[in-house]
């Protein structure tokens, strides 16, 4: 079997494995399109993937936004939204124009057309207009790399936006130098509102423990020397994976993955742990600033 076929195959296996775990827990999927796109003229036809409680009512809102190149049915994407959901959300994975990464005047353009809450056609007016969803509540985002700044600068664009949680996140990837518009300060979300998850051998905000610190503290504001954590009452600020903590050992870009950013499986702590780092303790924290 050659590695595509093995892709096709588990991304078939997840899609299962995901539909299946919806409906154990009384989750209806759905999918949409929206107008997005890398300009201010947001003039691409994109797709949503989502999942909702099936009880009726009125839910708040989470989208999450994956990393460069990456599909946005990526299997991490999928935990999370299956996650929000079980939790009482309209939850969906958004693709976007993630084919190469940019400056912050990309990153903004990018991020706007999914987060432009006086455009009915964007993610955020489409996920809002679902019968099931009340963006009055509260809209939580969450995303990977790339997927991270758009969930940090969401709030530029949508005042609902509430909290954020990034992985991978950070102000300077290889070349690009995103301060002025990430860092502590330069944006509408409030760092009281943000929670950033890091690996100690980051390529992009790293690679060392320390050039992840100083990026995070560039980031959140919260600064905490020699520490691998660093939150303030309300558990917003950072936290740092030791390669000891992860399956593989290996504290990486994409931490969440056994075998690096080209692994097949997710770690198992982030997926089902609770510990700091892991999906459910983050998701947990977003949902502190929401109604339900």
């Given at each position: 079997m050659n590695q595509r076929e093995l892709t096709f195959r588990l991304g078939l296996l997840?899609?299962?494995?995901?539909t299946t775990t919806a409906g154990a827990q009384s989750l209806s999927s759905f999918t949409a399109t929206y107008r997005g796109g890398g300009t201010s003229l947001c003039s691409s036809t994109y797709n949503l993937r989502g999942q909702e409680p099936s009880a009726s009512g009125k839910y708040p809102v989470f989208i999450y936004t994956v990393g460069t190149t990456e599909p946005y049915e990526h299997s991490s994407a999928l935990a999370a939204v299956e996650?929000?959901?079980?939790?009482?959300?309209?939850?969906?994975?958004?693709?976007?124009?993630?084919?190469?990464?940019g400056s912050c005047?990309?990153?903004?353009?990018?991020?706007?057309?999914?987060?432009?809450?006086?455009?009915?056609?964007?993610?955020?007016?489409?996920?809002?207009?679902?019968?099931?969803?009340?963006?009055?509540?509260g809209i939580v985002v969450a995303g990977f790399s790339q997927g991270s700044i758009m969930a940090i600068l969401a709030?530029?664009?949508?005042?609902?936006?509430?909290?954020?949680?990034?992985?991978?996140?950070?102000v300077q990837y290889s070349i690009y130098n995103l301060r002025s518009c990430?860092?502590?300060?330069?944006?509408?979300?409030?760092?009281?509102?943000?929670?950033?998850?890091?690996?100690?051998?980051?390529?992009?905000?790293?690679?060392?423990e320390?050039?992840?610190?100083?990026?995070?503290t560039e980031t959140t504001g919260q600064s905490c020397p020699l520490a691998t954590s660093c939150f303030a009452s309300n558990n917003s600020?950072?936290?740092?994976?030791?390669?000891?903590q992860l399956g593989d050992l290996n504290a990486d870009h994409c931490y969440m993955r056994s075998g690096?950013?080209?692994?097949?499986?997710?770690?198992?702590?982030?997926?089902?742990?609770?510990?700091?780092?892991?999906?459910r303790t983050n998701l947990d924290w977003l949902k502190q600033f929401t109604t339900p």
């Open positions: 997840l899609t299962l494995a995901w996650e929000m959901a079980s939790r009482g959300y309209v939850a969906a994975t958004v693709e976007y124009d993630n084919a190469t990464f005047s990309s990153m903004t353009a990018r991020s706007k057309c999914i987060y432009d809450g006086s455009r009915a056609t964007s993610a955020v007016g489409t996920l809002c207009a679902r019968a099931k969803a009340d963006c009055s509540k709030k530029n664009h949508d005042s609902r936006v509430q909290a954020a949680y990034g992985l991978g996140a950070g990430v860092a502590n300060g330069n944006r509408t979300l409030p760092s009281s509102r943000l929670r950033i998850v890091n690996g100690e051998q980051d390529i992009f905000v790293g690679p060392t320390s050039s992840v610190r100083s990026q995070n600020g950072w936290y740092i994976i030791k390669d000891i690096g950013c080209t692994g097949l499986f997710l770690d198992s702590t982030w997926r089902t742990g609770s510990a700091p780092w892991s999906l």
